[in-house]
């Protein structure tokens, strides 16, 4: 079930949202207007109960594992006198140097 909170900031208005599952840990998320947060719900609502919603948990273990790829990724490129220049559309880094 989805409760929903209005919160005032200095941004303006927001909403936040928690959904409480029996059985699932509970998740939530901010939005700036109630359609949105409403929608997010019954989404995320319908998603968990057909097993097809991942969670938090699991987006910030896979965050953390891509933050520690870029960081073993830089390290390696330094050791071989190589740098990490950008990351193009597709998330694909692109180096400079050569590694002869």
Do not use: C
Not at 6 to 16: A, D, L, N, P, V
Not at 21 to 32: E, I, W
């Amino acid at each position: 079930m989805a409760t929903f909170q209005r919160r005032e900031g200095k941004g303006g208005t927001s909403y936040r949202v928690t959904i409480r599952l029996k059985g699932h840990p509970p998740d939530s998320a901010t939005f700036r207007r109630l359609t949105d947060a409403k929608r997010w719900a019954v989404e995320t609502e319908a998603a968990i109960r057909s097993g097809r919603y991942f969670g938090v948990t699991r987006r910030r273990t896979f965050d953390l594992l891509r933050m520690w790829r870029n960081k073993i990724e830089g390290w390696i490129l330094e050791q071989v006198g190589m740098e990490q220049q950008s990351t193009d559309a597709q998330g694909l880094r692109v180096v400079k140097g050569s590694a002869a």
